[in-house]
């Protein structure tokens, strides 16, 4: 699909995926006028009205927004998170369907994947087993896009499209978005006040797959002109690191050289995460090519550090 | 603590269904509501995939017991995927949003067996929900129920809002749905065994390979398991409703014609799926929780179907 001549709907498309969504489709030539992204205050995508008015003579939907954040967040809004994520994405698709959407991508995420299945995460073992429980409002609401996707595609031939992306990081990402802002938040602060500790939540033995944001919108915008199965499709690095590490070289690319200390009385979700990348690979020609220290770098110039 | 249903002000979704009739049926007789404290909100009349409707009918509920649901046998499940999943998973998250919105006390949301995976450990424990994916040809639906779990334990945490989940296995029993587009297989194997005998014909098609086993509750005793739910579970964890017996669709089969005293061949068409190789339930957290036990033995249950079948058969 070429996109050049698509009105394309971004949700979230002011949030930091969605911002660097609209930028990847501006620098694949798409005319800024074709894009649209509708903020919040416009339209409540938690009602069936204001779907249809955002699908209204849209060719392509890149659904974007959701409302996630971190454990805390996760932990004590778990119904608004349960409700908001599953009634956007469920009324969004449906209403795209009824207005002849050609076709919908629904952004899932790397947490849909159970604790204790083989590494790295292959698409096919999506359901083999239970979900962190704290994420879970979040992991089940995003899930059931994809099954969503599935159900319409198999009775509608709808075109929708499931990915499974992991952890994100790069620049202009809101500071309780994930681990890496906010420890360069942290680590900022305690240099600026002199502190020599920072804490850090849990073991720091968990690992995570971190994804430069600039390499995860190339995957979405691969996925959305040549993607077209039902099967799910992971975006990520590949590269797996533990939290520990991942701090240690913020620290030093930050010349921070306290102490860093974990607290393991603390939650952090699932024990170890990396993504399989053979089938975006295999289907997309994609891969991650952003340095991990590169990108970074630039994550901590961009929070002013 | 119990709480005890005279006085509070009752919603039933889907309260003029075959399960809803049944339990209003107990509701009345049994635990003495009057039926003005009890609404039942027509299709006609609200859209529950909206959440305005919702809203309507929360309005100064207690307690709510949702059992609207949009279902099928297997062919169904086939052709409608879509609107299975779409109808069940609005329905069942906009019900949770008003309710917990109006104030409403409880909810009683229920689930289903299709929630299982397809290869789950016999009996069925709820500890093994997320161990799988469904049966394919029930998924959309059974996953679109397994999410209520999750919503409900999501609403009990954020909002401290008793949401209590049950799963039901194959319901059937007097006034079921005999309509063969959308029929369950014991009404099905009912019906095609009267039609063939009202034509003389000396043989019934069934679907699949009869291999398969199911789990089956009688329509009264679910909705005593529902009701007994209602009063005195208040946990997170979702509850097996069953009557704990397996029985393959071959034996099924078998009964029904000798029930109904049709002596002709039972030809399987293996060319249409089994649907789950194998369900049934453990039981035991239902009885340890709130005391519940099916009563009704299979055969008694079963000729009190067909026998209503044949006075409404028209």
Redesign the interface.
């Given at each position: 699909m070429d996109l050049k001549n698509k009105k394309i709907l971004v949700t979230g498309g002011a949030g930091f995926l969605g911002g660097h969504i609209v930028k990847k489709l501006l620098e694949r030539g798409v005319p800024k006028e074709n894009i649209f992204t509708p903020r919040s205050f416009e339209l409540d995508l938690r009602?069936?009205a204001d779907c249809q008015k955002a699908v209204n003579d849209r060719d392509v939907v890149i659904h974007a927004a959701a409302l996630t954040g971190n454990v805390e967040l996760h932990?004590?809004?778990?119904?608004?998170?349960?409700?908001n994520n599953?009634?956007m994405g469920?009324?969004l698709i449906?209403a795209a369907?009824q207005a002849g959407v050609q076709k919908f991508i629904t952004i899932g995420s790397a947490t849909e994947y159970?604790d204790n299945i083989r590494l790295p995460f292959r698409e096919d073992d999506l359901?083999?087993?239970?979900?962190e429980?704290i994420h879970?409002?979040y992991t089940?609401?995003k899930?059931?896009l994809l099954?969503?996707a599935?159900?319409?595609r198999?009775?509608?031939g709808?075109n929708a499209v499931h990915i499974l992306l992991t952890n994100m990081y790069g620049p202009s990402e809101h500071e309780d978005g994930g681990p890496i802002p906010a420890l360069i938040k942290r680590i900022g602060e305690a240099r600026k006040t002199g502190e020599t500790t920072v804490r850090i939540w849990g073991t720091g033995r968990a690992t995570r797959d971190f994804l430069y944001v600039g390499d995860a919108v190339e995957g979405i915008c691969l996925v959305t002109e040549k993607y077209d199965k039902s099967e799910p499709i992971n975006l990520g690095s590949g590269f797996e690191i533990s939290i520990k590490e991942l701090a240690e070289i913020i620290a030093r690319l930050m010349n921070f050289d306290g102490k860093l200390d974990f607290d393991p009385t603390k939650p952090e979700g699932q024990p170890r995460r990396v993504l399989d990348t053979a089938r975006a690979e295999k289907e997309l020609n994609f891969k991650a090519i952003t340095d991990f220290e590169e990108g970074l770098k630039q994550t901590i110039k961009w929070h002013g550090y | 603590m119990d709480i005890k249903f005279r006085g509070l002000k009752i919603l039933v979704t889907g309260g003029a269904g075959f399960l809803g009739r049944h339990l209003l049926d107990n509701l009345i007789k049994k635990r003495g509501v009057s039926p003005e404290d009890i609404f039942v909100p027509r299709s006609q009349d609200f859209d529950l995939r909206r959440r305005e409707d919702c809203e309507k009918v929360c309005r100064h509920k207690d307690l709510v017991i949702h059992l609207a649901a949009k279902v099928g046998g297997i062919g169904y499940n086939q052709e409608k995927p879509g609107e299975l999943f779409y109808d069940n998973i609005v329905m069942g998250t906009q019900m949770l949003e008003a309710a917990y919105r109006a104030g409403v006390k409880k909810i009683v949301i229920l689930a289903t067996i299709c929630s299982y995976p397809k290869f789950t450990p016999l009996p069925f424990s709820e500890n093994d929900l997320w161990s799988g994916y469904p049966e394919e040809t029930n998924a959309p639906y059974g996953l679109a129920k397994r999410a209520f779990i999750t919503g409900a334990q999501a609403y009990r945490n954020q909002h401290t809002f008793n949401v209590i989940c049950l799963l039901p296995v194959n319901l059937y029993g007097p006034g079921d749905n005999f309509d063969p587009q959308r029929s369950h297989v014991v009404p099905a194997l009912i019906r095609k065994v009267a039609e063939a005998k009202k034509l003389c014909q000396n043989y019934i098609e069934v679907w699949g390979t009869g291999r398969a086993t199911r789990e089956f509750l009688y329509i009264e005793d679910a909705a005593e398991g529902i009701l007994l739910a209602a009063e005195k579970y208040n946990n997170p964890d979702p509850v097996n409703l069953g009557s704990g017996k397996e029985i393959s669709i071959k034996d099924l089969t078998e009964t029904i014609c000798r029930l109904m005293d049709f002596k002709g061949e039972i030809r399987w068409d293996t060319s249409k799926p089994d649907g789950q190789p194998r369900r049934f339930l453990d039981i035991s957290r239902a009885k340890k929780e709130f005391g519940f036990q099916a009563r009704t033995d299979f055969e008694t249950g079963l000729k009190k179907t067909i026998d209503w079948y044949l006075t409404n058969d028209f």
């Amino acid at each position: 699909m070429d996109l050049k001549n698509k009105k394309i709907l971004v949700t979230g498309g002011a949030g930091f995926l969605g911002g660097h969504i609209v930028k990847k489709l501006l620098e694949r030539g798409v005319p800024k006028e074709n894009i649209f992204t509708p903020r919040s205050f416009e339209l409540d995508l938690r009602k069936r009205a204001d779907c249809q008015k955002a699908v209204n003579d849209r060719d392509v939907v890149i659904h974007a927004a959701a409302l996630t954040g971190n454990v805390e967040l996760h932990k004590s809004r778990s119904a608004e998170i349960f409700y908001n994520n599953l009634i956007m994405g469920v009324e969004l698709i449906e209403a795209a369907r009824q207005a002849g959407v050609q076709k919908f991508i629904t952004i899932g995420s790397a947490t849909e994947y159970p604790d204790n299945i083989r590494l790295p995460f292959r698409e096919d073992d999506l359901w083999m087993g239970p979900l962190e429980p704290i994420h879970a409002p979040y992991t089940v609401a995003k899930k059931m896009l994809l099954v969503n996707a599935q159900a319409y595609r198999k009775q509608y031939g709808f075109n929708a499209v499931h990915i499974l992306l992991t952890n994100m990081y790069g620049p202009s990402e809101h500071e309780d978005g994930g681990p890496i802002p906010a420890l360069i938040k942290r680590i900022g602060e305690a240099r600026k006040t002199g502190e020599t500790t920072v804490r850090i939540w849990g073991t720091g033995r968990a690992t995570r797959d971190f994804l430069y944001v600039g390499d995860a919108v190339e995957g979405i915008c691969l996925v959305t002109e040549k993607y077209d199965k039902s099967e799910p499709i992971n975006l990520g690095s590949g590269f797996e690191i533990s939290i520990k590490e991942l701090a240690e070289i913020i620290a030093r690319l930050m010349n921070f050289d306290g102490k860093l200390d974990f607290d393991p009385t603390k939650p952090e979700g699932q024990p170890r995460r990396v993504l399989d990348t053979a089938r975006a690979e295999k289907e997309l020609n994609f891969k991650a090519i952003t340095d991990f220290e590169e990108g970074l770098k630039q994550t901590i110039k961009w929070h002013g550090y | 603590m119990d709480i005890k249903f005279r006085g509070l002000k009752i919603l039933v979704t889907g309260g003029a269904g075959f399960l809803g009739r049944h339990l209003l049926d107990n509701l009345i007789k049994k635990r003495g509501v009057s039926p003005e404290d009890i609404f039942v909100p027509r299709s006609q009349d609200f859209d529950l995939r909206r959440r305005e409707d919702c809203e309507k009918v929360c309005r100064h509920k207690d307690l709510v017991i949702h059992l609207a649901a949009k279902v099928g046998g297997i062919g169904y499940n086939q052709e409608k995927p879509g609107e299975l999943f779409y109808d069940n998973i609005v329905m069942g998250t906009q019900m949770l949003e008003a309710a917990y919105r109006a104030g409403v006390k409880k909810i009683v949301i229920l689930a289903t067996i299709c929630s299982y995976p397809k290869f789950t450990p016999l009996p069925f424990s709820e500890n093994d929900l997320w161990s799988g994916y469904p049966e394919e040809t029930n998924a959309p639906y059974g996953l679109a129920k397994r999410a209520f779990i999750t919503g409900a334990q999501a609403y009990r945490n954020q909002h401290t809002f008793n949401v209590i989940c049950l799963l039901p296995v194959n319901l059937y029993g007097p006034g079921d749905n005999f309509d063969p587009q959308r029929s369950h297989v014991v009404p099905a194997l009912i019906r095609k065994v009267a039609e063939a005998k009202k034509l003389c014909q000396n043989y019934i098609e069934v679907w699949g390979t009869g291999r398969a086993t199911r789990e089956f509750l009688y329509i009264e005793d679910a909705a005593e398991g529902i009701l007994l739910a209602a009063e005195k579970y208040n946990n997170p964890d979702p509850v097996n409703l069953g009557s704990g017996k397996e029985i393959s669709i071959k034996d099924l089969t078998e009964t029904i014609c000798r029930l109904m005293d049709f002596k002709g061949e039972i030809r399987w068409d293996t060319s249409k799926p089994d649907g789950q190789p194998r369900r049934f339930l453990d039981i035991s957290r239902a009885k340890k929780e709130f005391g519940f036990q099916a009563r009704t033995d299979f055969e008694t249950g079963l000729k009190k179907t067909i026998d209503w079948y044949l006075t409404n058969d028209f």
